[in-house]
């Protein structure tokens, strides 16, 4: 990407919690090479930063993410300069250690209903729409039904697949693709309730709470059982898990939570 052309995405931190914004309004914030180059790269960033605790997904413009750049000499999975696809992107957030919100100020379409389904927890405004459109366009939604059919029923799928329409977010809450759909002017509170409740949570807990989700629906009961008594063994003896109970006990903060929420929820 030039130099004298602003970042596909913009990044911060501020109290334990990282910020990307997709920022290509003009284009609707498609899945261009640059932007997923630049999406992977933040992600990595954050998950890499120890004062960063989760991250938070959201755009500028009217629509969070319309899917595939259809402008592009050759629509379809979007791959970075650095060999990065938007498969990549998924994988990163599906792995990531710190949990990740979508914030989702807008529209999603195609490949944008898959980027707000991978995300550990998604809030969206309930005026905007969110559809599978793909086979309109003649092709399919088959990379983003990887992270969106675990959240759905068969038949929810079917109609909304073949159907190709575009829905409400209440809707979208309805058949499991996310959390909440919330007024607009409701949506930073919404996400920050959220925010305010993960960063209270350890850190190694939180990456196990992603892995035991993830895990244990493919497991049979007996592995399962014995795995998961593992697990949590292994976590009750932890540093993290000592320094957690005896601050419940004291009624204090655990020394994981950022500074600048400490003293507001000794729940």
């Known amino acids: ?16 919690v ?13 899945l261009g090479d640059a932007l997923v180059t630049s999406l992977h790269d933040d992600l990595d ?3 890499a930063h120890p004062d960063v605790r989760l991250v938070v997904l959201t755009n500028d413009g009217n629509t969070f993410c319309a899917g595939a750049d259809l402008k592009a000499a050759a629509p379809g999975v979007a791959g970075g300069t650095a060999g990065r696809t938007f498969v990549d992107v998924f994988r990163r957030i599906r792995s990531s250690p710190k949990p990740v919100i979508a914030r989702v100020d807008g529209h999603a379409t195609g490949g944008g209903v898959g980027l707000v389904a991978v995300c550990d927890l998604s809030i969206m405004r309930d005026d905007a729409k969110i559809g599978f459109t793909e086979a309109r366009l003649g092709v399919a939604p088959a990379v983003i039904s990887v992270v969106c059919l675990p959240k759905m029923r068969r038949g929810d799928a079917s109609e909304l697949f073949l159907r190709a329409q575009r829905f409400t977010p209440a809707r979208a809450a309805e058949v499991g693709l996310i959390n909440r759909a919330v007024p607009a002017d409701e949506l930073d509170a919404a996400v920050e309730v959220y925010v305010d409740d993960i960063v209270r949570g350890g850190p190694l807990a939180l990456a196990a709470c992603k892995q035991i ?18 697990q949590s063994q292994a976590l009750f003896a932890s540093d993290e898990a000592t320094a957690g109970i005896a601050a419940f006990r004291e009624r204090t903060d655990a020394p994981w939570v950022p ?8 729940r």
Do not use: C, H, W, Y
């Open 1 to 16: 990407m030039p130099n004298d052309e602003p970042r596909p995405t913009r990044f911060e931190i501020a109290g334990g």
């Open 18 to 30: 990282a910020t990307i914004t997709l920022a290509q309004p003009e284009r609707k914030n498609s």
């Open 45 to 47: 960033t954050a998950i």
């Open 213 to 230: 989700i993830d895990l244990v629906p493919g497991l049979d009961l007996d592995e399962a059982f014995t795995r998961m008594s593992e």
């Open 259 to 266: 500074e600048a929420r400490r003293g507001r929820d000794l």
